[in-house]
């Protein structure tokens, strides 16, 4: 099954993925497109970044949270 993520921002020497949730709670599976696109063979990608609705940035499961007024 083909997993997307919302965004690619380029990074030196790949890719950051990039998820954007509305919620202010965030599900389980928030995270799962993003752990799976890391993991993909050939993957460049670089620490990814899940955007909510909430207002605390954080890190979680390797995932770097920040809310949508500071992007």
């Known amino acids: 099954m083909l997993r997307e ?3 690619l921002l380029p990074e030196s020497p790949g890719v950051r ?17 993003l752990a799976q696109w890391r993991d993909m063979p050939g993957a460049e990608a670089g620490r990814p970044i899940l955007v909510s609705g909430g207002d605390e940035s954080q890190t979680r499961s ?6 949508w007024r500071e992007v």
């Not at 390797?62 to 809310?67: E, H, N, S």
Request: hydrophobic share 40%.
């Open 17 to 33: 993925p990039v998820e954007i949730k509305s919620g202010a709670t965030l599900q389980r599976d928030a995270w799962r497109n």
């Open 5 to 7: 993520v919302d965004l």
């Open 62 to 67: 390797d995932v770097d949270v920040l809310p």
